[in-house]
């Protein structure tokens, strides 16, 4: 599978946040193309580096939607990644949020339809004639 998404990425700092886009390889979990939004790394280094570092995460979205995930940072060669575990639940949620038509939800009480649990319940409710 050759399918690589755009992402915003987040590198969070004690006190500041640095955004960023790149290119998600959904086959491999490698971010690829990573230009940083106001601030630049080859003189400042990765966030990553800094000593008020906390955390990387990325965004995938489609349209009003968006699916939230952890990245790794390679300090050694400066690479992004999403390890295999998450990125088997992401391309989970992802298929999931490409799939649902603008407005649609996977939780059917969000879109104000009973569960299905609660439909089954009322069918056998009805009385046959």
Same mark, same amino acid.
């Given at each position: 599978m050759d399918l690589k998404l755009p992402i915003t990425i987040t590198d969070e700092l004690s006190d500041s946040i640095i955004k960023s886009s790149g290119m998600l390889d959904l086959a491999s979990? /490698?971010?690829? &193309?990573?230009e940083y939004e106001n601030y630049d790394?080859?003189?400042?280094?990765?966030?990553?580096?800094?000593?008020?570092? /906390?955390?990387? &995460?990325g965004t995938l979205s489609n349209g009003k939607r968006e699916v939230e995930f952890g990245i790794q940072v390679d300090l050694v060669t400066g690479l992004y990644s999403v390890t295999p575990n998450e990125l088997l639940e992401l391309k989970g949620r992802a298929a999931k949020l490409f799939t649902l038509a603008p407005g649609e939800t996977t939780r059917p009480e969000a879109s104000g339809k009973p569960p299905l649990a609660s439909k089954a319940a009322a069918q056998a409710k009805r009385k046959p004639r």
């Open positions: 979990g /490698e971010i690829r &193309s990573v790394a080859s003189t400042q280094g990765l966030p990553a580096e800094d000593q008020d570092y /906390e955390f990387t &995460s």
